[in-house]
């Protein structure tokens, strides 16, 4: 379904998501027309592993930092590498990284021949799902919708914040971009473990 061209509702580790292959640029055109989502939104990429990482993005912080981090729910804003489609966040030159921590998605993600653009599974604006019946109206869209059951605890509002954004594009500093479900032990880890400091925003 990737492969031809499709969208696909997959379960991650934190909310259920959207992906297409990445370096096709009309998939990505169709997930943005899918979420009714602003075309200045940047949309993340999902890999499997973190040394596919340093494939589409230029990394300035040590490996074992992404390590601690990935996988995990948590997305990494580094600079992008020429490698990337360019139809994918034209204007941006930062780029999110996911890699759930989640063995579907990490085994699909290796499957895929690069990455996959990843967003969630709702129409923006409105809250992020934990289940697939939360965005049945967006199924009439998809090519496919995995089901991995409900993730996380669906009663708690902590569980529907998605993926802790952190922008570590500049060397030595990080910025929180979305406090996300993970800010408490991915802050501690930045600044205690590797004396990062927060960019002042």
């Not at 993600?109 to 409105?126: E, K």
């Not at 996380?152 to 509002?157: E, F, K, T, V, Y």
Request: aromatic share 4%; with cysteine; glycine share 8%.
């Amino acid at each position: 379904a990737l492969q031809a061209g499709g969208l696909v509702a997959v379960p991650t580790d934190t909310v259920y998501g959207v992906a297409c292959l990445a370096q096709d640029s009309a998939a990505v055109r169709s997930i943005y027309s899918l979420k009714g989502r602003n075309g200045a939104k940047p949309l993340a990429i999902c890999l499997g592993d973190v040394e596919r990482l340093y494939r589409y993005c230029r990394v300035n912080v040590p490996d074992e930092l992404l390590r601690d981090l990935l996988p995990g729910p948590v997305t990494l804003v580094l600079e992008r590498s020429e490698e990337l489609n360019k139809d994918l966040n034209p204007f941006a030159s930062l780029v999110g990284v996911r890699i759930p921590d989640h063995p579907f998605m990490r085994d699909l993600a290796r499957a895929c021949p690069g990455p996959l653009a990843l967003t969630s599974a709702n129409i923006s604006s409105q809250g992020s799902t934990l289940t697939v019946l939360e965005f049945q109206d967006l199924w009439p869209q998809l090519s496919l919708v995995i089901d991995g059951g409900p993730i996380g605890d669906i009663q708690s509002p902590e569980c529907r914040l998605g993926s802790t954004v952190v922008d570590l594009s500049v060397s030595g500093k990080f910025s929180i971009i979305r406090p996300g479900c993970a800010l408490t032990p991915t802050v501690e880890i930045l600044k205690k473990k590797y004396g990062l400091v927060p960019e002042s925003s």
